[in-house]
C-alpha cells in the first residue's frame, strides 16, 4: 500500500536538530523545527498524535480519531494533514480509509533538539 513520503528524510532531521543550545543552528534547522512546533502548536493536534501513539499497534484509523476529538472528518483530515507535512505522522491508503502511524525518530529528534547541551 502506499505511504506518504516525508517532506524530509529521518535523517535529516537527525542533522537539523542538534541541540539548539549547542550553537547557533542554521536557517534551515530553524526552518525544520518550526514547522514541527506549529504543527505541535494546535491543541488538536497534539490530542490526535497522542491518539495515535496510544492506539493498538501503534497506528489508528482516520474514522477512529474523529469521534474523540469532536469535530467532522473534513476538519480531522486537514489537521493530519499538517502532522503528516511535519514528518510526525505516516500516512496509508487502505481502501477508503487513511491509517496513521507515529513517526518516533522525528519524536527523538525534537526532544534531542530541545535537549540542554553538556558544556
Given at each position: 500500500?502506499?505511504?506518504?513520503t516525508l517532506p524530509l528524510?529521518?535523517?535529516?532531521?537527525?542533522?537539523?536538530?542538534?541541540?539548539?543550545?549547542?550553537?547557533?543552528?542554521?536557517?534551515?534547522?530553524?526552518?525544520?523545527?518550526?514547522?514541527?512546533?506549529?504543527?505541535?502548536?494546535?491543541?488538536?493536534?497534539?490530542?490526535?498524535?497522542?491518539?495515535?501513539?496510544?492506539?493498538?499497534?501503534?497506528?489508528?484509523?482516520?474514522?477512529?480519531?474523529?469521534?474523540?476529538?469532536?469535530?467532522?472528518?473534513?476538519?480531522?483530515?486537514?489537521?493530519?494533514?499538517?502532522?503528516?507535512?511535519?514528518?510526525?505522522?505516516?500516512?496509508?491508503?487502505?481502501?477508503?480509509?487513511?491509517?496513521y502511524r507515529v513517526v518516533?525518530?522525528?519524536?527523538?529528534?525534537?526532544?534531542?533538539?530541545?535537549?540542554?547541551?553538556?558544556?
Open positions: 500500500m502506499p505511504t506518504a528524510v529521518t535523517a535529516d532531521i537527525a542533522a537539523c536538530c542538534a541541540p539548539m543550545t549547542a550553537g547557533v543552528i542554521d536557517d534551515q534547522a530553524a526552518e525544520r523545527l518550526a514547522r514541527i512546533f506549529k504543527a505541535l502548536g494546535d491543541p488538536t493536534r497534539v490530542k490526535l498524535l497522542s491518539l495515535i501513539a496510544a492506539s493498538d499497534g501503534g497506528e489508528a484509523c482516520a474514522c477512529d480519531l474523529i469521534g474523540p476529538v469532536n469535530l467532522g472528518q473534513p476538519t480531522v483530515s486537514h489537521h493530519m494533514r499538517q502532522l503528516v507535512d511535519a514528518g510526525l505522522v505516516t500516512r496509508e491508503q487502505r481502501g477508503k480509509w487513511a491509517y518516533d525518530e522525528t519524536l527523538l529528534a525534537v526532544a534531542k533538539a530541545l535537549t540542554p547541551a553538556t558544556h
